[in-house]
């Protein structure tokens, strides 16, 4: 509720403090997905899901960029739930203002926000600060149709951020501090440091830092302030080779490893902290193929418009150079296998095979994506046969998604 309220004073204060300015300029982009799934089994289900973002910018002149970024998802608008109800979820994604300062090499960006910022492993820093065309995973496009890409760890907080940005090289560094909770809710103080890199044939993005549960008890009295334990966090993404011909992607991020007070032995629970993705791109003048394999969190699945499971394997064949009127549109599909109850530490160890077959998952995912009416309209459907050796069953869903820069 508090950083509700501190949203809404902020967002007011700026958009009150625009209209004073008479160089400002203002932009946007809405999006978002609807549709149905469900499962064709002894027991079906029917799900109508809605998922939408909406998102602002203004420009200060050369001096500053407010921005304002808000999602909306539910997981059945058959239940009536849209803004209320245990699978609604209204989401301040970003509330930021950056103040920029430019020198005759290195561009200054000092940032306050709210939200998550420029996570690693998507696509709005390296785009911000370069300008570079979309470089993600297209099997990860987000359920708005914001964007693609995966935050290889959670950043989501309070903070404030500095960045410099050496124009010519064309790179960055810079540090971000930001507070955020525990699972306990307990506050904990992180600090990170970033730098991205971009040239013809290298794409880079990197960032690591320390957590810092901040407690005030120890053996059952008050303390001024104890911090016995530290969380290591960090993730990386590069782009061997050019943007626009031949590639190889290249995601990893953990979330948290610990470091408990006395001792440097450590913990790390496995797939929930751990986001791995490899991706080699192959391009034709025609057909353009993309072999993806990915460990990811459960968490960060529900956001995901194609994947479903936390491992798996993904061949996508697309054209995005089918001529329609005076535009090209783009056909494909996704082809998806999964080992939906495991992950990449148990496939190592082949823990996971000792006992029993794993059950695998397979997945169809055609999909078109077409401009209309100055946006783009996405149509996506899915069939899933599921748990195809032990018990086969099969899921579905089918959505079409809108998107729109004002």
């Not at 403090?17 to 029917?46: E, H, L, R, W, Y």
């Not at 997981?75 to 103040?99: I, P």
């Not at 995912?365 to 100055?374: E, K, M, S």
Request: proline share 3%.
């Amino acid at each position: 509720m508090k950083k509700t309220k501190l949203a809404a004073v902020l967002l007011s204060v700026f958009i009150a403090g625009g209209i004073s300015f008479a160089d400002v300029n203002f932009s946007g982009m809405a999006g978002g997905t609807a549709g149905v799934n469900g499962t064709i089994s002894d027991s079906p289900t029917f799900e109508v899901p809605f998922n939408a973002f909406i998102a602002a910018q203004m420009n200060f002149g050369s001096w500053g960029i407010f921005r304002a970024n808000l999602g909306l998802a539910t997981k059945n608008l058959a239940g009536g739930n849209l803004f209320t109800g245990q699978d609604a979820t209204l989401t301040m994604n970003e509330l930021s203002f950056v103040f920029t300062k430019s020198g005759v090499k290195i561009k200054n960006y000092f940032s306050a926000y709210l939200g998550t910022y420029e996570a690693v492993g998507c696509d709005e820093y390296l785009q911000r600060q370069f300008g570079i065309v979309p470089y993600t995973s297209l099997a990860t496009k987000n359920a708005s149709t914001l964007s693609t890409g995966i935050p290889l760890y959670n950043n989501y907080g309070t903070g404030v951020a500095y960045t410099m940005n050496f124009a010519e090289a064309p790179g960055t560094f810079g540090a971000t501090v930001y507070v955020n909770e525990t699972e306990t809710k307990i506050p904990k103080l992180n600090i990170d440091l970033r730098t991205a890199w971009t040239t013809e044939f290298l794409t880079l993005d990197f960032a690591a830092g320390i957590g810092a549960p901040l407690q005030n008890s120890y053996a059952g009295k008050n303390v001024f302030l104890l911090i016995d334990t530290i969380y290591l966090h960090g993730g990386l993404s590069l782009l061997l080779g050019s943007r626009y011909t031949h590639s190889l992607l290249l995601q990893g991020g953990v979330q948290k490893v610990e470091i408990a007070k006395g001792s440097l032995n450590y913990s790390f629970s496995g797939t929930d902290d751990l986001s791995l993705l490899a991706e080699a791109r192959i391009y034709s003048k025609l057909i353009k193929t993309r072999i993806t394999a990915y460990n990811l969190p459960k968490s960060i699945l529900k956001n995901m418009l194609y994947l479903q499971d936390p491992l798996g394997v993904v061949i996508s064949l697309y054209s995005d150079t089918v001529p329609v009127k005076n535009n090209n549109m783009t056909i494909g599909a996704h082809l998806i296998g999964t080992l939906p109850n495991e992950d990449f530490t148990t496939v190592i160890s082949r823990a996971a095979f000792k006992d029993a077959v794993p059950s695998i998952n397979v997945y169809l995912t055609p999909f078109v994506d077409l401009p209309v009416a100055g946006g783009n309209l996405e149509i996506m459907a899915q069939i899933g046969a599921i748990d195809l050796i032990n018990k086969l069953h099969f899921n579905y869903q089918a959505k079409v998604g809108y998107k729109k820069a004002f």
